[in-house]
């Protein structure tokens, strides 16, 4: 749990503190923060779902940080929230392929007999998370390729957290739509 909660933290301050300390830190220490980043979910990844993918992730950060070591350059880093995005995304298809969806897997945790239109929804869910993540991906991807640090910092370290709030709160509401026509009819 306080692997995942540093993760998570870590995660979510990593284009912020890029921005704001990258003329004052070497990028090397961003990239033993990528290899540590890298390490955290190679020892959580034996108990996860697309242990695979996180596993990818790890030695992909790897290689970013080596790069950016070798380079001393700030700019490989970058590609850090794109990466990000492309293994929830292949964690989250994988669990398309190989049911139960992702979001049915979360669900049943605290509701472990779903009905048949919840497993449906949760399915759709998962899509729609999927098609969250190439859009999200593909911005990251875009913002480290051409835009200036402070639009890829902005981006990354708010504007697509707030998106993801957007998502998770619209799909909120919508679950509770799904749950009371269902419980009426």
Same mark, same amino acid.
């Given at each position: 749990?306080? +692997?995942?909660?540093?993760? @998570? #933290? $870590?995660?979510?301050?990593?284009?912020?503190? $890029?921005? =704001? =300390?990258?003329? +004052?830190?070497?990028?090397?220490?961003?990239?033993?923060? /990528?290899? &540590?980043?890298?390490? =955290?979910?190679?020892?959580?990844? +034996?108990?996860?779902?697309?242990?695979?993918?996180? #596993? #990818?992730?790890?030695?992909?950060?790897?290689?970013?940080?080596?790069?950016?070591?070798? &380079?001393? !350059? $700030?700019?490989?880093?970058?590609? %850090?929230?794109? &990466?990000?995005?492309?293994?929830?995304?292949?964690?989250? /298809?994988? @669990? &398309?392929?190989?049911?139960?969806?992702?979001?049915? +897997? *979360?669900?049943?945790? @605290? !509701?472990?007999?779903?009905?048949?239109?919840?497993?449906?929804?949760?399915?759709?869910? @998962?899509?729609?998370?999927?098609?969250?993540?190439?859009?999200?991906?593909?911005?990251?991807?875009?913002?480290?390729?051409?835009?200036?640090?402070?639009?890829?910092? /902005? %981006?990354?370290?708010? *504007?697509?957290?707030?998106?993801?709030?957007?998502?998770?709160?619209?799909?909120?509401?919508?679950?509770?739509?799904?749950?009371?026509?269902?419980?009426?009819?």
């Amino acid at each position: 749990m306080l +692997r995942t909660i540093a993760f @998570t #933290v $870590v995660t979510m301050s990593y284009p912020l503190a $890029v921005w =704001l =300390l990258g003329d +004052r830190l070497s990028p090397r220490v961003f990239a033993g923060v /990528l290899v &540590l980043l890298g390490a =955290l979910r190679l020892v959580g990844a +034996r108990k996860h779902v697309g242990a695979v993918g996180w #596993v #990818v992730f790890a030695v992909a950060a790897f290689c970013l940080a080596a790069m950016a070591s070798f &380079l001393n !350059e $700030v700019w490989p880093l970058r590609w %850090y929230p794109a &990466l990000v995005n492309a293994v929830f995304l292949s964690t989250f /298809l994988f @669990t &398309l392929v190989r049911p139960p969806s992702m979001a049915e +897997r *979360i669900a049943r945790l @605290t !509701e472990p007999d779903l009905p048949a239109f919840a497993i449906a929804y949760t399915r759709r869910v @998962t899509v729609a998370w999927c098609c969250f993540f190439v859009v999200n991906g593909t911005l990251a991807a875009l913002t480290a390729a051409f835009s200036s640090e402070r639009v890829w910092a /902005l %981006y990354n370290g708010a *504007i697509a957290y707030v998106l993801i709030g957007l998502m998770a709160g619209g799909e909120y509401l919508l679950r509770r739509r799904v749950k009371a026509s269902h419980a009426h009819g």
